[in-house]
Structure formats: structure tokens, C-alpha cells
């Protein structure tokens, strides 16, 4: 089965949700990003920052309470829950009480830029799958690791998982040169097993679905291979999914105008050398000229 190709005009003809003239900001959907660390505080800035650029409404952030205060000062939009730590950075599984109040009030939530601790990281993905049941969930980096620390494991229902090649190796334990290899044929297998679209990111990009389907993305350039540049993406397609995009879609404009973003800046700053934080900024009229 060959994959759609994700094209200017597949997107043209897939548009995104879009408010209502007189939405307030919880029409525009409300995202919980959990993230951070005292070594990696950045990751969760970078992510909320590509969020509200692609049009998310209200925003939560949940850090390590050692740098939370400096997130908040940093992301003013945001509220910040501050959460206590283990010793080797990651978040206390006590963190699910201070989450739990916003279930149910939270359209979108990703997980995992900038954490540490993977044993911590996986057991507060554990806890936190049944309390956001009822919101698109997307889970990154080291949360991800989930997935091959609890047995056969299946998500009770679909989330969204963004590994590259090397993650995508380590979580389903094969070389990273047979995932290279197969790229459609690994993405449709872990798909299907978890239960979970899955994008394996790449110069070529995959999108599979637990049903089978299947997209592709070819672009961007080596500029985007950059420290962050995979907190902006996962930020930009959490941002989508809070405005109501399902998975498989806020994935596939996400990838989409990422790479774009990566164009626009090499056609400024030249190839090499642009940064991540400045990739956000580029998505608000790169939305605007795929939607005309």
C-alpha cells in the first residue's frame, strides 16, 4: 500500500477546525504541555510557544517545581503547575493529583519534552493515560518509553507517538538500520501493535494509524536537524489537536509546516544556523497561505 503524500493540496482539502468569529479562547481549545527539567527547562518553552502559534486558546504548563518559577516568567500566557521531584529529575508520581483536576477540561495534552528519569517519566505516563482518556494526547521523547517498559503494551485508545529513527529503534527493539530500511512498513507494525498513530519523523516523515492508513511528508531541510527543533513540532501538533484536530490531521499539518517553517528561515538565514525557537513564528502566516 503506497502512502498519501502530505501536499499543499492534500492540506487545502483536509482544512483545520477554525472558530467561530466571536470564540473566546476556550473555543480555541485548552492544552496541558507536562515537561521540563532542571537540566532541560527550555524543552517545555519551546513547545509552548509552537503550541499558541498554531492556534491553540489557553495554555497549562506543568514543570519541575526547581524551574518552575522561571517558566512562568519566561511563558507568560501560561499557568504553571509546579511539580516535586525525584531525585534524579524526573516528576513524583504525586504529580497525577496536582494533574488530575484538569481532566476533562483539557482538549489536547503532550507529554515529555525536556523530562528526565525515564523509570519516573514512564510511570506518570502510566497514571496519567486513564485521567486524560478523554483528550487527544500526544506523547514525545522520553515518555514514549512507555511503550517498551510495560510488557506487550497497548493504549486503551489512540494517542499520538512522534519518534525518529533512533527512538523508533530503542522502542521496538530492532536496529535503527531496519527501521531506516522500511520506514512505511515499521511505522504501520508499532501503529498497530500500540494501539497509536504513530509519526516516525525522518527526511521522509510517516504517519500510520492503527487502521492501516497511511501518509508521508518529504521536506524541510538539514537546518531543522537542530537542538529543540523536535519540541517545536510536537508543540505545533498539540497546538492543532487543542483547536479540535484529530490525531492523524493535527499530525499531518503539523509536519507540514514545520518543515515550511525550516524553508522560510534557510531562505533568511542561509541553510545552517537558524534556531528552533525561531521556528514558531514562521507558522501563523504559513497557516493563513495554506488555507487561502
Given amino acids: 500500500m503506497n502512502a498519501t503524500a502530505i501536499t499543499a493540496a492534500l492540506l487545502r482539502g483536509w482544512p483545520l477546525p477554525m472558530p467561530t468569529p466571536d470564540g473566546d479562547k476556550e473555543v480555541r481549545g485548552h492544552l496541558l504541555i507536562i515537561g521540563g527539567s532542571r537540566k532541560m527547562p527550555g524543552a517545555i518553552l519551546l513547545a509552548a510557544t509552537a503550541a499558541l502559534r498554531a492556534g491553540a486558546g489557553k495554555l497549562t504548563l506543568a514543570t519541575a517545581a526547581s524551574v518552575a518559577p522561571q517558566v512562568a516568567i519566561a511563558m507568560p500566557e501560561a499557568k504553571v503547575i509546579a511539580l516535586e521531584e525525584t531525585a534524579h529529575g524526573g516528576f513524583r508520581r504525586e504529580a497525577k493529583e496536582r494533574l488530575a483536576p484538569l481532566a476533562g477540561k483539557v482538549s489536547a495534552v ?4 525536556g523530562m528526565s528519569d525515564d523509570a519516573a517519566s514512564c510511570e506518570l505516563m502510566r497514571c496519567l ?6 483528550s487527544r494526547m ?12 510495560s510488557g506487550n503494551f497497548r493504549f486503551a485508545q489512540p494517542v499520538l507517538l ?10 521496538t527493539r530492532q536496529s535503527k538500520e531496519a527501521i531506516l530500511a ?7 507494525e508499532a501503529a498497530q501493535r500500540w494501539n497509536a498513530v504513530v509519526a516516525l519523523k525522518g527526511a521522509l516523515t510517516i504517519i500510520a494509524t492503527p487502521g492501516g492508513q ?8 538539514v537546518g531543522l536537524a537542530i537542538s529543540g527543533s523536535g519540541d517545536t513540532l510536537a508543540g505545533i501538533i498539540t497546538g492543532l489537536a487543542a483547536r479540535g484536530a484529530p490525531l492523524e490531521q493535527a499530525c499531518a499539518w503539523g509536519i507540514a509546516l514545520h518543515a515550511l517553517a525550516g524553508d522560510q528561515l534557510a531562505l533568511r538565514f542561509g541553510l545552517l544556523g537558524y534556531l528552533a525557537r525561531e521556528i514558531p513564528a514562521e507558522v ?9
Avoid at 500526544?138 to 517498559?149: E, L, P, T, Y
Avoid at 501563523?284 to 497561505?289: D, E, F, G, K, M
Wanted: aromatic share 4%; net charge negative; charged share 10%.
Fill in 110 to 113: 503532550l507529554v515529555g519534552p
Fill in 129 to 134: 493515560l486513564p485521567v486524560f482518556a478523554g
Fill in 138 to 149: 500526544i506523547i514525545d521523547a522520553c515518555a514514549m518509553k512507555v511503550v517498551c517498559n
Fill in 162 to 171: 512522534t519518534p525518529h529513527a533512533g527512538e523508533m529503534a530503542h522502542l
Fill in 182 to 188: 522500511d520506514p512505511q512498513g515499521a511505522a504501520l
Fill in 214 to 221: 497511511c501518509w508521508s511528508h518529504e521536506g524541510g531541510n
Fill in 284 to 292: 501563523p502566516a504559513l497557516l493563513r497561505h495554506l488555507a487561502a
